[in-house]
């Protein structure tokens, strides 16, 4: 079947939008006077989706798969390498269910509501990647199967969560204004009690 756009150009292309939105909107931030953590929040997000595609330009990802199956060869456990696969795969996917509420409720009192759903998109990427990554068999069949418009599941996978993720930081951006630093400095006279000497 014939490819309907190119599956490695596509999620590179996505990757980059979604950092070029994050990068402008912790400027905007920047040059607004927000706080901090709201401008280091967006330039994480911009790191994290060029990491992405970087990873993606360079293969970097087959190339620790490779790698991988090389240090099995040398160990000779080739063979048996599967239950190993497993159960990495089941301490991240358990280890990121268990973090994952502790990080988002960090997040939301940190930064707000609106940094949530770029944060769990690109959570959400980066423990997809890692996954296939460690290129399960029985995830690699499903990943890799039957292709649709000449694209396999997986980078179809990829592609749509890239989009989301685009999609989300622009809403984030717009769901404005930022913190300001005047803003906080404002709450915490207002929490702080007056001292003797101001009174």
């Known amino acids: 079947m014939p490819q309907v756009f190119d599956s490695d150009a596509i999620p590179i292309a996505l990757a980059l939008a979604g950092a070029l939105i994050c990068l402008g909107a912790g400027f905007r931030d920047l040059r607004a006077g927000a706080n ?22 360079w ?18 456990i080739y063979g048996s390498r599967r239950p190993f696969q497993a159960a990495l795969v089941v301490l991240l996917l358990a280890g990121g269910l268990l973090l994952s509420p502790i990080v988002l409720r960090r997040v939301r009192t940190s930064l707000g509501d609106r940094f949530i759903l770029p944060f769990v998109a690109l959570g959400g990427l980066a423990a997809f990647l890692v996954v296939r990554t460690i290129s399960l068999h029985a995830i690699d069949a499903v990943l890799y199967g039957k292709q649709v418009l000449g694209w396999h599941p997986g980078s179809l996978f990829e592609a749509a969560g890239l989009a989301a993720f685009a999609v989300v930081a622009v809403i984030a951006a717009r769901a404005g204004p930022p913190a300001r630093k005047a803003d906080a400095a404002t709450a915490n006279a207002i929490e702080r009690p007056a001292t003797a000497a101001e009174r």
């Open 36 to 57: 901090e953590r709201v401008i280091f929040a967006w330039w994480g997000l911009a790191i994290g989706a060029l990491g992405i595609a970087t990873g993606h330009l």
């Open 59 to 76: 293969n970097l990802g087959g190339g620790v798969a490779e790698s991988g199956r090389d240090v099995f060869r040398f160990e000779g």
